[in-house]
């Protein structure tokens, strides 16, 4: 199983990815997740990648097409991966199709998460994760069984994104609307796209995530 996730920034494909990896026994390759450990290990394009995601711009294609080549043939990805932040741009899904066409894969379907923008901004601000295992939380919609203690674990270190800021919360948005969005129609004309509405509860979200992945009957 080969899935893209597409959708604006806090519209729950990390959420969602997590429970798509646990059900299909396949990578979630987060290329924001990858990004932030990069620039965490203090490399030279780590830290070039962070100053471009502070200010919530898009890091350049190259850069992520690299990493998700490389990460493409690991062992995890054998029985395939969910791409959970990428492609963001046309150059992203052209350079994607020519990997994927090399290696002998095909892509199974695009799955689009549509959520409005206020609630987006919602979700972003209540946003926060678990230091240790990187599990994701919401101040209101999704907090540990334990207040303070990770469900996953037993971590006690949260953290909150550096770019879940008003300012690059714009900014992000602005380049979802100008630079990825126009994947929509690009996988729509090859008929692989799924729209899901991202506006209801996490669980729900799941079930019809999995029932746009269920063969026809
Ligand atoms: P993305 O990876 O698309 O940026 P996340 O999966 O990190 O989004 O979700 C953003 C925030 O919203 C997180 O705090 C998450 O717990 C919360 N969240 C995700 N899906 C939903 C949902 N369907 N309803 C309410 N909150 C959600
Ligand atoms: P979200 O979907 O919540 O906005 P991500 O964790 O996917 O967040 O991405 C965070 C940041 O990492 C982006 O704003 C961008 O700077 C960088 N980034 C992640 N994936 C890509 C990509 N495919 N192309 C360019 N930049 C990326
Ligand atoms: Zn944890």
Request: net charge positive; glycine share 10%; aromatic share 4%.
């Amino acid at each position: 199983m080969r899935l893209i996730l597409l959708g604006p920034p806090g519209a729950g494909k990390g959420t969602q990815a997590e429970r798509l990896q646990a059900r299909f026994a396949v990578a979630q390759l987060s290329t924001g997740d990858m990004l932030r450990a990069a620039a965490k290990s203090g490399s030279e394009v780590g830290r070039q990648a962070a100053r471009i995601m502070a200010r919530g711009e898009l890091v350049p294609d190259a850069v992520v097409v690299g990493i998700i080549d490389e990460r493409v043939d690991s062992a995890d990805c054998r029985n395939g991966f969910i791409l959970d932040g990428f492609p963001r741009t046309i150059a992203q899904a052209q350079a994607l199709d020519a990997m994927l066409a090399r290696k002998g894969l095909k892509l199974d379907a695009v799955l689009e998460l549509t959520v409005d923008e206020e609630e987006l901004v919602d979700r972003i601000s209540g946003r926060f994760a678990c230091v240790k295992c990187g599990a994701g939380y919401h101040d209101r919609h999704l907090q540990p069984k334990v207040a303070g203690v990770c469900d996953r674990c037993g971590g006690t270190e949260f953290s909150r994104r550096a770019d879940d800021n008003a300012v690059a919360v714009r900014t992000r948005l602005k380049a979802f609307r100008e630079q990825t969005a126009p994947l929509l129609p690009y996988y729509r004309q090859r008929g692989i796209l799924r729209s899901i509405d991202g506006m209801t509860g996490i669980d729900q979200v799941t079930k019809a995530l999995f029932a746009a992945l269920a063969p026809p009957a």
